[in-house]
């Protein structure tokens, strides 16, 4: 049987390695640290934690990220495991003591003995010749594999860093006040979902954004740039108060059929973030703003005074691929189906959805190895809609980072308030995902 080759050693590269290793099937897994180091990294060790400890939320009745957990766990994830071993008081989250866990991620990989850990860059595409390969090489892959990575795929299919809009539940937002229209009625006349500000309201929003706490660049994102396209909407505001009014506020072509006979100061617009139409975008709102100064000032906007979000905006450096349009439903790269990508440069966001995709990358290479492939998780489990979302479910024209939350799954048959919609969601993803996990039935005689 051929090697499968997993490029990059963190979580997901671990993940995928572990679980080919498992379903017996051999490993060579390249990790360029310690000979090439990066700006993040401080140790060797496999898996190193760059940033937070905390895996975020272990509640698997009522949390996507919690669900996530659970299903990774029966699905025999080494980075959970030891997430589980080495966990550090933290409420309700998950968190661990990071040297403890990375160390223990590494002993269970160079120990064991289908997988062969190679220390050493991979400089460029992976040579034909090796045959299935993983590349999992997240935020931080080195400039000559990003560099082939573009050249393979185009100019426009892999980012540099990360600039992204906040997204809105849209159940959360109120129509009472907001409504639908495209600018000048174009497109499908509706396409926007639209929030009027009158003056009022608008330099008010402006005033608390100016002050508002701001988020600060890791070291090694000291050097990442704005750029005119995507600037922060802080920045845009510092500019002068009417600039955002005259940018992405801009109330033109819109009549507001709450107030007809009143024009809006300022509109801010939300675009469609998803096939299942749950999610919307705040459309121009990247931002540095700290996750509770967000949600502070975005629900100052009328008909946002309720919204739940399912990302809030950031800006950071990252390399990621324009998955939907390039990956296959299988996380095979659509123009050299022998490469798998997993992890965070896949555009996942957050140390468990990188581990998960790298543990659905190991599976299906580990299918195709033995012959025997496997289906893709349903989209009603939490691993099946993070994959769902990465590889079609997402607009690849405004394709973003995103963590794994319950307006990726497809909508229950009946609805129910949202705190028991949460826990149906929740018992019919585990539901779904052991039948998934369960061995197929042995072929008759």
């Given at each position: 049987?051929?090697?499968?080759?997993?490029?990059?050693?963190?979580?997901?590269?671990?993940?995928?390695?572990?679980?080919?290793?498992?379903?017996?099937?051999?490993?060579?897994?390249?990790?360029?640290?310690?000979?090439?180091?990066?700006?993040?990294?401080?140790?060797?060790?496999?898996?190193?934690?760059?940033?937070?400890?905390?895996?975020?939320?272990?509640d698997a009745t009522?949390?996507?990220?919690?669900?996530?957990?659970?299903?990774?766990?029966?699905?025999?994830?080494?980075?959970?495991?030891?997430?589980?071993?080495?966990?550090?008081?933290?409420?309700?989250?998950?968190?661990?003591?990071?040297?403890?866990?990375?160390?223990?991620?590494?002993?269970?990989?160079?120990?064991?003995?289908?997988?062969?850990?190679?220390?050493?860059?991979?400089?460029?595409?992976?040579?034909?010749?090796?045959?299935?390969?993983?590349?999992?090489?997240?935020?931080?892959?080195?400039?000559?594999?990003?560099?082939?990575?573009?050249?393979?795929?185009?100019?426009?299919?892999?980012?540099?860093?990360?600039?992204?809009?906040?997204?809105?539940?849209?159940?959360?937002?109120?129509?009472?006040?907001?409504?639908?229209?495209?600018?000048?009625?174009?497109?499908?006349?509706?396409?926007?979902?639209?929030?009027?500000?009158?003056?009022?309201?608008?330099?008010?929003?402006?005033?608390?954004?100016?002050?508002?706490?701001?988020?600060?660049?890791?070291?090694?994102?000291?050097?990442?740039?704005?750029?005119?396209?995507?600037?922060?909407?802080e920045v845009m505001?510092?500019?002068?108060?009417?600039?955002?009014?005259?940018?992405?506020?801009?109330?033109?072509?819109?009549?507001?059929?709450?107030?007809?006979?009143?024009?809006?100061?300022?509109?801010?617009?939300?675009?469609?973030?998803?096939?299942?139409?749950?999610?919307?975008?705040?459309?121009?709102?990247?931002?540095?703003?700290?996750?509770?100064?967000?949600?502070?000032?975005?629900?100052?906007?009328?008909?946002?005074?309720?919204?739940?979000?399912?990302?809030?905006?950031?800006?950071?450096?990252?390399?990621?691929?324009?998955?939907?349009?390039?990956?296959?439903?299988?996380?095979?790269?659509?123009?050299?189906?022998?490469?798998?990508?997993?992890?965070?440069?896949?555009?996942?966001?957050?140390?468990?959805?990188?581990?998960?995709?790298?543990?659905?990358?190991?599976?299906?290479?580990?299918?195709?190895?033995?012959?025997?492939?496997?289906?893709?998780?349903?989209?009603?489990?939490?691993?099946?809609?993070?994959?769902?979302?990465?590889?079609?479910?997402?607009?690849?024209?405004?394709?973003?980072?995103?963590?794994?939350?319950?307006?990726?799954?497809?909508?229950?048959?009946?609805?129910t308030g949202r705190?028991?919609?949460?826990?149906?969601?929740?018992?019919?993803?585990?539901?779904?995902?052991?039948?998934?996990?369960?061995?197929?039935?042995?072929?008759?005689?």
């Amino acid at each position: 049987m051929t090697d499968v080759h997993v490029i990059g050693g963190g979580l997901a590269g671990s993940e995928a390695a572990w679980q080919l290793a498992k379903a017996g099937v051999s490993v060579v897994l390249h990790e360029m640290r310690p000979g090439q180091e990066t700006a993040a990294h401080q140790t060797a060790d496999l898996a190193e934690l760059v940033c937070s400890n905390s895996f975020r939320s272990d509640d698997a009745t009522g949390n996507a990220v919690g669900l996530l957990h659970e299903e990774m766990r029966r699905a025999g994830s080494l980075v959970l495991a030891a997430a589980d071993r080495h966990r550090v008081p933290a409420g309700s989250a998950l968190a661990v003591d990071r040297e403890g866990f990375a160390r223990e991620v590494t002993a269970a990989i160079e120990g064991e003995p289908g997988i062969r850990v190679e220390r050493g860059e991979v400089k460029g595409l992976p040579p034909r010749a090796w045959g299935p390969t993983i590349i999992a090489t997240g935020p931080l892959t080195s400039a000559e594999l990003a560099q082939a990575i573009q050249e393979l795929t185009g100019e426009d299919s892999l980012a540099f860093f990360d600039a992204i809009a906040p997204i809105a539940y849209r159940e959360t937002i109120d129509f009472g006040q907001a409504w639908f229209q495209s600018r000048y009625d174009k497109g499908d006349g509706a396409d926007y979902i639209n929030c009027p500000l009158d003056r009022a309201v608008y330099l008010a929003f402006i005033e608390a954004l100016l002050a508002a706490e701001k988020t600060e660049f890791h070291d090694w994102e000291q050097t990442t740039p704005y750029f005119e396209g995507c600037l922060p909407i802080e920045v845009m505001a510092a500019r002068g108060p009417e600039t955002l009014r005259f940018g992405p506020m801009k109330p033109v072509g819109l009549t507001n059929p709450h107030q007809p006979d009143t024009k809006p100061y300022a509109v801010v617009q939300l675009r469609q973030d998803n096939a299942l139409g749950t999610l919307y975008n705040l459309v121009g709102f990247q931002t540095k703003l700290k996750h509770g100064e967000q949600k502070r000032l975005f629900r100052m906007i009328p008909g946002l005074e309720k919204a739940e979000f399912a990302r809030l905006g950031g800006l950071h450096r990252n390399t990621f691929l324009n998955s939907p349009k390039l990956l296959d439903g299988f996380l095979r790269l659509r123009q050299a189906p022998h490469i798998r990508f997993a992890g965070q440069i896949t555009g996942v966001e957050g140390y468990v959805e990188s581990a998960a995709i790298g543990l659905l990358a190991g599976r299906f290479a580990a299918g195709e190895a033995n012959a025997t492939p496997l289906a893709t998780p349903p989209p009603t489990t939490a691993l099946g809609a993070l994959l769902h979302h990465i590889t079609g479910g997402a607009d690849a024209g405004t394709f973003q980072p995103m963590n794994v939350n319950f307006g990726l799954f497809p909508p229950l048959q009946n609805e129910t308030g949202r705190k028991a919609r949460k826990g149906a969601m929740c018992e019919r993803a585990l539901r779904d995902i052991d039948a998934w996990l369960a061995p197929a039935p042995a072929a008759a005689e």
